[in-house]
């Protein structure tokens, strides 16, 4: 499971802060909801690309002693399943469907001007499916706004909240994706597992 990683400030000091296993250590297990504090269990990388940064990050992962689970700490500027930040993301949606510019533009004006087509048609899909929901969870926070459809409404709504801040508290509270979960997840963003029916007795 993966919760967030309350870090604020340049992605280089990133590392530092998650070097010391107690600074944000979960005092309890958010998946069997045991009360102790939970091991600091290692690392696992993964890629990012955000404005100014493209590399690998460390991401520390915890184990309950109770549930024998780990817990990810995945830090809050970065999206679960995409390698790309959310800063980029962010500013590839404004561009193009909010003002209007082409794929290439909108590319370019996120810092990315290589960017295959296909990316950013993937974003754009996923977002527009993803944009009433967004709406709706992010209406505890901000009075939704007039707009002629959904996806002006909620891009009008994270450019209000703040993306970073927005993903906080639709990942934190409703485990909700700003791009939605790949198709292999549950909805609450974990692997589903059915339990096979009970043999007659």
């Not at 993966?2 to 309890?28: S, W």
């Not at 990810?72 to 500013?91: C, D, E, K, N």
């Not at 048609?121 to 929901?133: D, G, K, L, N, V």
């Amino acid at each position: 499971m993966q919760i967030l990683h309350p870090f604020a400030g340049p992605i280089q000091q990133y590392a530092e802060q998650i070097a010391d296993p107690d600074r944000y250590r979960p005092d309890h297990c958010p998946q069997c909801q045991t009360q102790h504090s939970l091991i600091a269990h290692g690392f696992y990388s993964r890629t990012l690309v955000d404005t100014g940064f493209d590399e690998s990050i460390r991401v520390r992962r915890y184990l309950c002693r109770s549930c024998k689970r780990t817990v990810s700490l995945l830090p809050q500027f970065a999206l679960p399943y995409l390698r790309f930040g959310i800063t980029v993301i962010s500013l590839f949606l404004i561009a193009r469907l909010f003002r209007g510019h082409t794929l290439t533009s909108a590319a370019v004006l996120a810092g990315l001007p290589n960017m295959p087509y296909q990316r950013g048609q993937f974003w754009i899909r996923r977002f527009q499916r993803q944009a009433e929901s967004i709406c709706a969870a992010l209406a505890t926070l901000r009075a939704p706004m007039a707009a002629l459809n959904f996806v002006s409404r909620a891009l009008q709504m994270l450019e209000a909240v703040g993306w970073i801040a927005a993903h906080r508290f639709l990942f934190a509270d409703l485990r909700f994706h700003l791009l939605g979960w790949p198709v292999f997840l549950a909805p609450d963003g974990r692997v589903a597992a059915v339990r096979p029916p009970a043999p007659p007795a």
